[in-house]
């Protein structure tokens, strides 16, 4: 799977490998140990393997998507649980790492997608991924976007507390970053 999201976009696995050293960080900060934390972490790395199912056209576009484009895109949370369902063999860590990834694109406040699940519903696991994903992508140049500083990204982490992003996760994510002197 790892070799498939490498061919497909460099920038995916290098944004993965980034998450995946934050999610052990927030984890840990969160209390989650044992299998839930292997089972985040892993899923972090995993989390974008949904997107080698998407035309690399739309993945390398320069500029904004088209509706058509946006909707191929979403689906990616869909087929990265399907893909680690039929690819790994399906014990209990497996499942977890499966739903988290499934999840990664749901908000807080229940306007994320696939399914538009909202605040509990919403496995920590994946609430954790979903404020890593925004953060790394904010704070990374892309072919379509700016990177923002640390401060602007902070804030506006800040600013979607309780809507894109859970408010628990924030907090901690805030108190990680002041205590490595990000902030």
Excluded at 28 to 51: C, E, M, N, P, T
Excluded at 88 to 95: A, G, P, T, V
Excluded at 122 to 143: G, H, K, N
Excluded at 161 to 175: C, H, I, M
Aim: charged residues 30%; proline residues 4%.
């Amino acid at each position: 799977m790892v070799d498939r999201v490498k061919e497909k976009d460099r920038r995916i696995q290098e944004h993965s490998r980034r998450i995946e050293t934050l999610a052990q960080k927030m984890g840990q900060a969160l209390g989650l140990d044992g299998q839930r934390l292997f089972s985040l972490i892993y899923a972090a790395f995993l989390h974008d393997v949904g997107k080698t199912k998407v035309p690399g056209e739309v993945l390398q576009k320069a500029g904004p998507l088209n509706e058509e484009e946006w909707e191929t895109v979403k689906k990616h949370p869909v087929w990265g649980k399907e893909i680690i369902d039929n690819n790994l063999k399906l014990n209990y860590s497996d499942q977890q790492i499966s739903d988290i990834v499934y999840q990664h694109h749901e908000n807080f406040d229940g306007t994320g997608y696939p399914r538009g699940l909202k605040g509990d519903e919403i496995l920590l696991e994946a609430q954790i991924l979903s404020l890593l994903d925004a953060f790394d992508a904010m704070t990374s140049e892309r072919p379509y976007q700016s990177a923002k500083t640390l401060p602007e990204a902070l804030e506006e982490i800040k600013r979607c507390s309780g809507t894109q992003f859970a408010p628990r996760v924030v907090d901690k994510f805030l108190e990680l970053m002041e205590a490595e002197g990000e902030e």
